[in-house]
């Protein structure tokens, strides 16, 4: 089946501009979340949606970064006022349903995002 | 809390070489264990994974055992192809806290012919 799709797969943006990335999960799946991954640097968590429970939103770096999911389905990172240091892969993943026996993250390609 | 901690890279190995890169974790629950790989250009994708103490995860010839006693996760294979050359990522997540996955740094693998 479709697995995780993301668009753009490359963004390039001028410094204070906003930005959205979208990312479409795996049907069925409950849970999603949002990575960075700076060049060279680890996976950084940066928001995660299960269901209709209040996100977690501990890892968006400010208050310029805020993601939606509507639906259940289709999420959208937001970030306003980009800054040359929101330059990084935008990477999305889905689970089907968290908790239940082992699970993995499903992955998709990505949003290259470059802030000029 | 939790966190994981893995080798650094680069490592750069010849064809038909052994491959170890070292895993070790924190948890304060009972993690579920994962290695991720990432080929060029492309995202991420499971390898291979372990829920319990002593379960051995296997895919593609690579393979890991979680450790216990160590809080290791070490991902091992016995002869790496040119194809190997990836960006690997240990990674856990807590059954009892399953909205946070904790992965490491990665370690970028170079296999030369």
């Known amino acids: 089946g479709a697995g995780v799709s993301q668009s753009p797969s490359n963004k390039v943006t001028e410094k204070g501009k906003d930005v959205e990335l979208r990312c479409d999960p795996i049907?069925?799946?409950?849970?999603l979340y949002w990575y960075r991954q700076s060049l060279g640097q680890g996976l950084e968590f940066l928001i995660y949606f299960q269901g209709n429970s209040a996100p977690d939103k501990s890892g968006l770096p400010s208050d310029r970064f805020s993601a939606e999911r509507t639906g259940g389905s289709v999420s959208t990172l937001t970030i306003q006022r980009t800054q040359q240091e929101d330059s990084a892969v935008y990477l999305c993943a889905s689970t089907l349903i968290p908790g239940q026996g082992s699970y993995e993250q499903y992955f998709g390609p990505g949003t290259r995002l470059t802030v000029t | 809390g939790d966190s994981v901690t893995q080798m650094e890279g680069p490592v750069t190995l010849s064809e038909e070489a052994c491959l170890t890169i070292?895993?070790?974790?924190?948890?304060?629950?009972?993690?579920?264990l994962f290695w991720y790989v990432q080929y060029p250009g492309e995202g991420l994708q499971l390898l291979l994974k372990?829920?319990?103490?002593?379960d051995k995860g296997s895919n593609k010839g690579f393979e890991a055992t979680y450790r216990k006693e160590t809080t290791s996760f070490h991902l091992e294979k016995g002869s790496v192809q040119v194809s190997d050359s990836a960006v690997y990522f240990c990674a856990l997540s807590d059954l009892y806290n399953f909205n946070k996955f904790y992965f490491g740094s990665g370690t970028k693998l170079n296999v030369k012919p």
């Open positions: 372990a829920t319990k103490a002593d």
């Open positions: 049907s069925g799946h409950t849970a």
């Open positions: 070292n895993c070790t974790y924190t948890a304060t629950g009972y993690p579920s």
